[in-house]
């Protein structure tokens, strides 16, 4: 299969970017998307020229770090990231537009390379949980109903790749923070500090510069992990209680 790329080349943060044409030849319908970026490097790197930066590191849809937007959808078409894209999607001969986020949290390191460590900082500031020291209970002690169980297994799956809030018209990412706030907050192990971690790490959210949720689910139409929209309200009720709770001065 032969295909015609529109790619985002910018060599530094400081410096201005520019789409470039690239013809990407004899490709396998049964590459990944990033399959196919390595053979057109294969081909820079044989003439001498400067390759493609692109991140990624699993390769198995779970990582996240392949944050690019292809034909105008964070991670590709279709559900998984953007490795789990194969050619096979395209038609031959089709014209490929590959970019970056566009987030300002996200800021771009080069070419298809975003700094999504905000996201890191978000996670940080949710602080540990606190758990009992000594010997392992045994698991039946803590009974949970399974749908609870399922919810916070929903929840859990986020890989944290930003698709979300690349995806969002406010660059929010409330999916991705409504995500670890409730698979958290559904289980015993996550109560102690329930309401801190869901006021601190709103708070981190404006001090990174996202934007507010206004309820497009276009985070949810895009998620490679299908995490439901579901995780935003719970988020804005976990907030509002930690607010609460921190406004008449009690203990959390």
Request: proline share 6%.
């Amino acid at each position: 299969m032969h295909f015609h790329l529109r790619l985002w080349k910018q060599d530094s943060i400081a410096s201005k970017g520019r789409f470039v044409e690239i013809d990407a030849q004899e490709i396998p319908s049964e590459c990944s998307f990033l399959e196919m970026l390595d053979i057109v490097n294969n081909r820079f790197i044989a003439e001498g020229q400067e390759p493609i930066a692109f991140e990624s590191d699993c390769r198995e849809g779970i990582c996240g770090t392949c944050s690019m937007v292809i034909n105008g959808v964070p991670q590709g078409p279709g559900r998984g990231a953007a490795c789990q894209v194969y050619m096979r999607k395209f038609q031959n001969g089709q014209t490929i537009t590959v970019e970056p986020y566009r987030v300002d949290a996200f800021p771009i390191v080069k070419d298809l390379v975003v700094n999504r460590s905000a996201y890191d900082r978000i996670i940080r500031s949710g602080g540990f949980i606190s758990e009992h020291t000594g010997g392992a209970p045994d698991a039946s002690t803590s009974l949970i109903p399974k749908p609870v169980a399922d919810a916070a297994m929903d929840a859990a799956a986020c890989i944290g790749c930003g698709a979300c809030a690349a995806a969002c018209p406010n660059s929010s990412p409330m999916l991705f923070v409504g995500a670890k706030v409730t698979h958290l907050g559904l289980l015993p192990q996550g109560q102690a500090e329930r309401k801190s971690r869901a006021r601190n790490m709103v708070r981190t959210i404006q001090e990174e510069g996202f934007g507010n949720c206004s309820n497009y689910y276009a985070c949810e139409a895009v998620c490679p992990a299908n995490v439901p929209a579901s995780v935003i309200a719970m988020l804005n009720r976990e907030y509002i209680r930690g607010e609460v709770s921190e406004a008449v001065g009690a203990i959390d």
